[in-house]
């Protein structure tokens, strides 16, 4: 589906807010608990879903290849699952994935090895921008192959193997190539054997750990997975929490906003995603979790924060993997502390939506704040909580959510005037971002 386009327009900065809130669900786990839950046996039950356009063409995905999913109230799915090497689709069908890089490859590794997929992939113009080689060249491996060859970005025609066969994978800090391997090893015959010595995000790995006989977890120094092809998939009951990255940008702008506090209930605490909160509390942030729980193997509970003086920021290339999405957020944090901060092994965030420490200098620049980008390193010359009111900040469409929610947050903590060109890319993963901003205080304009 296409977004209605818009701008956002701010001209105000936000005054300090008590609350309690809730942001929206998670995007990673509401997308594998479709593909999974449709590549198990019998009916999978999904709760608190989040409704987002990443989610929605996931699930127009797993549609269009044969499953039948029913929503079943709000946010709530029924997904009617028909094993392994179910997908079905006829020569030559379309899929159009949208803005999400972890739909489509996640989907492409059940693909890979599904008997007779010979289909055209696509997403929206950021989405074929990214490259896709490493996906395409580990999928290779289990048989599978690409055209047009040489190729490596969508749109691409997949063409799925005919005899897939376990590979051994040593995983970097992509959890979605790690993801992509560990679900086209399910449907291959033998065993795909994946050293993870990144711990890097572990979703996949936690809704299919209750198959005993499919995947086998040695979480030591050196994390090995083994997948056991060709075995049963049993359901999915998932209740799935709130997102840690949407948090994030909440608990960003409570800390930085004077006189400020907030709650946010419910939110996935899972030890791969929190590497951002684990910074800020090493940073004697006023952050702290409260009430801890544990379902399906994923951890979650409640975010307190109070704003408060942080100190310069340092990060070492071993917190990338637990910190992907929200290093946009140490940044605009660095840069409005009074210091120098470092950030090191990030060369990734190159091949986000965008470029992403790229655009965040540019628009840095634009308030007069100094930064120093290389290919694997951002330094920040921090000038603490200026007034922009005098300046100007354009963000152009760049299709990318966390760089226009960023600048929003930089806009309302430093009063620049802020225009952002196609904000509408935000509700592929945050559709609740601006009536939260409203009910805190935020004020901006709508532009059509």
């Given amino acids: 589906m296409r977004l209605n386009s818009f701008d956002l327009i701010i001209s105000s900065k936000i005054s300090s807010f008590k609350s309690v809130i809730k942001v929206d669900s998670d995007k990673s ?7 999974i839950g449709a590549i198990s046996q019998k009916i999978s039950i999904v709760k608190n879903v989040l409704e987002s356009e990443d989610v929605k063409s996931a699930i127009n995905a797993c549609r269009k290849l044969g499953v039948k999913i029913e929503r079943i109230g709000t946010n709530n799915y029924k997904i009617y699952g028909k094993g392994l090497g179910s997908f079905f689709a006829k020569k030559n069908t379309t899929l159009n994935l949208g803005n999400s890089g972890t739909l489509a490859r996640l989907l492409i590794g059940i693909l890979s090895t599904t008997p007779n997929i010979n289909i055209k992939i696509l997403g929206d113009r950021s989405l074929n921008k990214r490259n896709m080689k490493e996906l395409i060249n580990l999928m290779s491996k289990f048989g599978a192959s690409f055209l047009p060859k040489n190729k490596n970005n969508f749109p691409l025609k997949i063409i799925s193997s005919n005899m897939p066969i376990g590979i051994n994978y040593r995983a970097g800090v992509s959890a979605q190539l790690k993801s992509a391997v560990i679900l086209a090893g399910l449907n291959s015959y033998g065993n795909t054997i994946i050293k993870d010595s990144f711990n890097s995000r572990d979703h996949t790995e936690n809704l299919l750990a209750k198959n005993k006989k499919v995947i086998k977890i040695n979480k030591g120094k050196k994390k090995i997975i083994k997948v056991f092809g060709k075995k049963e998939l049993s359901h999915l009951d998932l209740n799935v929490s709130g997102d840690p990255s949407s948090a994030a940008f909440f608990v960003t702008l409570t800390l930085l906003n004077p006189n400020s506090s907030i709650k946010i209930k419910n939110v996935g605490l899972n030890p791969t995603r929190i590497g951002f909160y684990n910074i800020l509390i090493k940073q004697k942030a006023k952050l702290k979790f409260v009430n801890i729980k544990k379902e399906n193997n994923e951890l979650s509970g409640d975010i307190l924060v109070q704003s408060c003086k942080l100190k310069p920021l340092k990060t070492a290339a071993n917190m ?3 910190t992907t999405d929200e290093y946009l ?19 990734e965030l190159a091949n986000k939506e965008s470029s992403r420490a790229y655009e965040m200098k540019k628009i840095f620049s634009q308030i007069g704040i100094k930064c120093h980008l290389n290919k694997s390193e951002m330094k920040i010359f921090g000038r603490g909580m200026i007034d922009a009111s005098n300046k100007k900040i354009i963000v152009g469409n760049l299709q990318d959510h966390r760089v226009a929610m960023c600048a929003f947050l930089l806009a309302i903590l430093t009063n620049a005037k802020t225009s952002i060109k196609n904000f509408e890319t935000v509700f592929t993963s945050s559709p609740s971002f601006l009536k939260i901003m409203k009910n805190l205080g935020a004020k901006f304009e709508i532009q059509k």
């Fill in 329 to 347: 957020l140490l940044f605009l944090i660095a840069g409005l502390q009074n210091g120098v901060s470092v950030f090191k092994g990030i060369s």
């Fill in 29 to 35: 786990l509401s997308i594998r608990s479709f593909l």
């Fill in 320 to 322: 990338y993997a637990s």
